[in-house]
């Protein structure tokens, strides 16, 4: 029996994967899957461009956005064959790039700090917490006034967004280590340093890469909101100039590619975190088989 | 809580602490504010926005003006009115993909690849189909909420001890009491959580759809917090952008705080410890 | 195990190091509002190399004791000793966390980030004096030797709680301490896997003689590993009654039903569950 | 203590079942996973849980008792084999068969008088009958003061004593209980054997309890199986014939009770032995993941 047990969680990767994915495939899921998808185009298609109805028909339909997605001479300037649809894509990236790093280079840091010391907490979080409640798009005209040029105030909300959600939950991160764990630290010899190290910084890990997901979220969230009020390029700015140009099928280009990059961004940081915390995957991998 | 008890918060160390940080904060913001009309050197970014006392003088001017209180009752309205459609809608989604598998293998993947959208790049889609803007901006807000009160519900629906279930089954509940009497009361506290984050998140959507839609076509005064904000940038009364951030603070805690207690009173089981 | 083992214990107790003096300790939560007395003019003296069981029902206060000889907190009053060197007492109440000391948790403290080998080497890393090739080479022996031979690389999650246990026990001795505190360590084992899980902690107990201090609610497992028992009354803490456990070492399961171990159960129960039932009413009138 | 009523509370409603039910548990074998990953769990096993008798089941933990369980309860259908209950085989879960699992399964949501006139209150049975029934239960328990309070207002103990009368009010011809005093500290352990033994000779209704504390066994048990490691079978069956009512220090002190023991104690240190010395990841842990997974 042990050798049966010592297979079961010792083949992992490759064999395992494998396995999941017949699994998954001789299981109704991906049909079903299939027939949700299908079912919501066919209903955007049969609303918008066959029966017309009220409402709907000033809507772009579906075949007109998947014309003009593919189109490599667009009737509204945007597909996949345009430079500036990249050129977009890229300038939004960037914005959230600069935005995420930054927070994260100060958010994880300052909630480490916020959870390991009571003293730094009492009077550090309050302040945190005043601010918190302001959402964030309110900062719109103020970043607008503080920060020169249309490139800052963006990012400037962008990071602010991911700044809190960061470090909130590196301070739950830190606040959640059981006492256990820092005990043993100091019983073993490990002085103030060291069991930062090796315990404060492991021990959150979970909970930073949680704040790291969300916040990966809320940029996105703050990016297209500041681009479509005071952005130039990007994608919420493809969007709203989309509308006020009366280029409708753009609109839903531009929010297919948000969707997208939305969801790549966050796969990465997913990835990311999995990648650091080798010891829970491999926690879970064996709940899972 | 009672007297001795709030005498003791104030009294203690923690609260003087968080004093003194904001207080800091304050004086900072002050002085690099007025740093130029005192001294003639503008403070980067500080010396941009206006002082905090510029800032309550025109707060002052502004509790007696009724377009003020107006734009408060807008932007609650439409909050209320997204949130409340969100939550008739996103519960009963959320817990029918919980106990159907074959509507969640359909639905859910669907679900999945809308929610990376984020809300706002609806705005001009939504205010394309519905007729009148208010309604758009409902629409919005009311997707901003949807996503976050579902997911949690399937959350909670899904994290149940399966014991529970079990052992209601070999005591010869049937379907339908189980669901009432087990399912439902068991996914409570995540739809309560689910609420509170999704409050939050309607704040944020509303004070933006505000300002991008451009007040919900009445224009001016009835605009709401958000286009009130946009409105004094427009106009340069740089302190009553500040008042508007500050009232919409005020006004999101509130709006979550208040459905904290409410949920607090509907899972009276979780605060018996 | 060979009967001379057994003589080499006793012969070798006096010269062990690690031995514990508390000296009429007291501990007072809260000393200016609620002033719960956890602790009770406390005094307990631990010969070197001596298994230590102190008994008694669940939040009596045992674990305050314990906390106060680790360093984790302070006492009121009283003083503490380790071998004749003051840990703490008047002038300083609170003792410094040391490798002398090391506490084997009740719910486990293996970090799960760290894999058992990465966990075993922590403290003589951390003390930095070895160079690392040495400290792995000990750490791979030591663990071979407690019968962990092929978990190195695993995570404490990935192994058996069984397991996890007995790394977490190896962690501790690799800094070769003076004195093993544990905290009810097999609480949440069921009582077959416990009963496997004593003869292990023995069986690395003969081979590494130091002192254990060990806190326990079952008065089975301290009579099957203590030379002796200390029964304490529940709240305040405070030592009522102390059974000498004279069935000769190296001990294996089937002591638990010899008459010499029924008798001593015998002896022991009717205090043990005099002061268990004073804990439960309190609880019950609590609930 | 104060509010243990052993004596004093006289049993005016009718516990017992109107059936005496046995289940026979025919060479059945279950399989987790599939493909490559495929684990045996339970092979083989016969035995019969005989009506009227309160049958114990022993042995080291995670080598499948809980496993069989979920067949027995109806939850799982086994891979191959059968179980029958009078003759019938088992198709699902039923209130004739009442589990009562190892972690509490108390409604948190619901006051401890809700919660033991849940089963009831599901069939919509809810007359007089009953909640004299439910009032009777509270008191044997030992629990009328806490029948407006939440579970987690409880201690470990009263919990599962409220667990015990939330089943007993359903009168299951067959009662069948997981570890339910696992976690408990002995002193309240303890009790609880007296409360539960106490019930059981009240009714004498057939009962199916699952333990690893050899202790626990032979004081409760009438009939005692033993059962191996991982692929699970049963392996010994002993009849404990100490005469009932039982008292704890008795058993302690009897000398059939010690030889027992000794007995049971060398089988079991044996499958103790090998499920715990078992490479990096004993097979305890398979099980432990995969329950785990499937909530």
Known sequence: MNNASLQASEMTGMALTMYRISTWFKSPKPYLMLFGVGFLLTIWYLFVEVWQLPRFEDMPGLTEVVTEYFSPDPIYGLSVYTPEYYQHIGISLRRIAYAFFLATVLGVPLGLFLGWSKKFHEFIFPLFEVLRPIPILAWVPLAIIMFSGSETPVIFLTFLASFFATTLNTMLGVQSIDESYTRAARCLGANGWQTFRHVIVPGAMPYIFTGLQISIGVAWFSLVAGEMVSGQFGLGYVINTAYTMVTYPTIVIGMITLGVTGFITSTMVRMAGDFMMQWRVRELALGDN | MNITKLKDKILSRAFFRGVIAISIFLIIWEVGARFESWYGYRVPWIGLIPAPTAVFESWGGLIGDPSYWMSWQMSFMRVLGGFFAAMILGIPFGLFMAVNRTFHDTAFPTFEILRPIPPLAWVPASIIFWPTAELSIAFVTFLGAFYTIVINVLGGAKSINKQYLQAAQSMGASQWDIFRRVVLPATLPSIVVGSAVGMGITWEVVVAAEMISGGGGSGGAGGGLGFFIWNSYVGGSYEQIVVGMISIGIAGYFSSEMLRNLGGFLTPWLKTR | MSATMNADTNSQKSVIKGAIRIEDVVKVYDPDGAAVMAVDHCSIDIPGGEICMIVGPSGCGKTTLLNAIAGFHGITSGEIYLDNELLCGPGKMQAEPGSDRIVVFQNGALFPWKSNLENVVFGPMMEGKLSKEVIYDKAIKMMADAGLGGTEHSFPGEVSSGLRRRVEIVRALMLEPKVLLFDEPYRALDSLTKSVMHEALLDIYYKNKVTIFFITHDLEEAIFLGHRLIIMSSRPCKPKKIVEVDIPHPRDYSVLTSPRFRELMEEAKGVVNEEAKKAFEAGEKEG | ?295
């Open chain 4, 1 to 295: 203590m104060s509010t243990m009523n052993l004596e004093t509370a006289k049993p005016k409603v009718e516990l017992r079942s109107q059936n005496s039910s046995e289940i026979v548990v025919n060479n059945v074998s279950k399989v987790y996973g599939g493909g490559p990953f495929a684990k045996e769990v339970i092979k083989d096993c016969s035995f019969t849980i005989e009506s009227n008798k309160l049958t114990v089941m022993i042995g080291p933990s995670g080598c499948g008792k809980s496993t069989l369980i979920q067949l027995i309860a109806g939850f799982e259908t086994p891979t191959s084999g059968e179980i029958t209950m009078n003759g019938k085989p088992i198709t699902g879960p039923g209130k004739d068969r009442l589990v009562l699992f190892q972690e509490s399964a108390l409604f948190p949501w619901m006051t401890t008088y809700d919660n033991i006139m849940y089963g009831p209150r599901a069939r919509g049975e809810t007359g007089k009958e009953v909640t004299e029934l439910a009032d009777f239960l509270l008191t044997k328990v030992g629990l009328e003061a806490f029948r407006d309070k939440y579970p987690a207002q409880l201690s470990g103990g009263m919990q599962r004593r409220a667990e015990l009368a939330r089943a007993m009010i359903n009168k299951p011809e067959i009662m069948i209980l997981d570890e339910p005093f696992r976690g408990l500290d002995n002193m309240s352990k303890e009790l609880m054997w007296e409360y539960y033994a106490n019930l059981y000779e009240e009714d004498r209704n057939t009962n199916f309890f699952i333990t690893t504390d050899i202790d626990e066994a032979i004081f409760l048990a009438d009939r005692l199986i033993i059962m191996t490691n991982l692929p699970t079978q049963a392996r010994h069956v002993i009849e404990i014939d100490i005469p009932r009512p039982r008292k704890i220090e008795d058993i302690f002190a009897n000398q059939r009770a010690n030889d027992i023991k000794k007995e049971v104690m060398t089988l079991l240190h044996e499958e103790a032995m090998k499920s715990f010395s078992g490479g990096s990841k004993a097979a305890a842990d398979f099980l432990e993941a995969y329950s785990k997974r499937a909530e």
